[in-house]
């Protein structure tokens, strides 16, 4: 099986603007969440998606959201972005996601200028 | 909130010896606990993981211990290998959390020659 897929892998925004990443989950996964790492915070949740429904959400402004279509892909937006926002978004799959096994992607770098 | 402390942030070691990571959480709720390796550039790649009705797990080189009444887990390699020189994650989740993995900080593990 493919593994868990997120596009761009590289991105450089600037201050105020806003970007959207990609996660194709392994092929059956319904679930998807998504992790912020930066050296300080470490790696922290975003969010999570099950069946098109954000079932969790971490502490994150209400400038970062999230949406997942009905083939599990899920993307997450982050608007008017700000210089803290440089990290690498990590996107994980699992069948469910109690306590069922996460995947991890590549992750997407994003450099905010 | 969960809360996971791990311990050491960094560890050296010559190859051949051990080396074991230790996590304390704070959530009796939780009850799955997954190990991820994640070397540069990549996204966490799971190691291995311990549910909350097993006390220990091998696979090879690694374990995981559990501790339910003390709430912390361990991580142990053996025989360790240059290749095993990345940075460790020790996590938790469960209760009622949907797709959320609570992390510890990380321990930078170098094996060397």
């Known amino acids: 099986k493919a593994g868990v897929t997120q596009t761009p892998r590289y991105l450089i925004k600037t201050r105020g603007q806003q970007v959207t990443l990609s996660c194709s989950p392994i092929?059956?996964?319904?679930?998807v969440s998504w992790y912020q790492q930066t050296p300080g915070q470490g790696l922290q949740f975003l969010f999570e998606?099950?069946?098109?429904?954000?079932?969790n959400k971490g502490n994150f402004p209400g400038r970062f959201s999230g949406r997942q279509f009905s083939n599990s892909r899920s993307e997450m937006n982050v608007s008017t972005l700000e210089l803290g926002d440089s990290a690498l978004y990590l996107c994980?799959?699992?069948?469910?996601?109690?306590?069922?096994?996460?995947?991890f992607g590549p992750g997407t770098r994003l450099l905010v200028l | 909130g969960e809360n996971v402390e791990q311990h050491p942030s960094t560890l050296s070691v010559q190859e051949g010896d051990s080396a074991v990571i230790k996590c304390t959480y704070s959530?009796?709720?939780?009850?799955?606990f997954p190990w991820y390796k994640q070397e540069l550039g990549k996204g966490p790649q799971l190691i291995i993981d311990i549910r909350s009705n097993v006390g220990e797990k091998k696979d090879q080189r690694i374990a995981v211990t559990l501790n339910k009444t003390a709430k912390h887990f361990s991580l142990h390699i053996t025989e360790t290998q240059p290749e095993d020189s990345a940075v460790y994650f020790c996590?938790?989740?469960?209760?009622?959390?949907?797709?959320?993995?609570?992390f510890g900080q990380g321990t930078i593990l170098t094996v060397h020659p």
């Open positions: 959530d009796s709720a939780s009850n799955y």
């Open positions: 996590a938790a989740a469960g209760g009622t959390s949907y797709g959320k993995l609570t």
């Open positions: 092929s059956g996964h319904r679930s």
């Open positions: 994980a799959s699992s069948g469910d996601s109690k306590r069922e096994t996460q995947y």
């Open positions: 998606y099950f069946s098109e429904t954000q079932r």
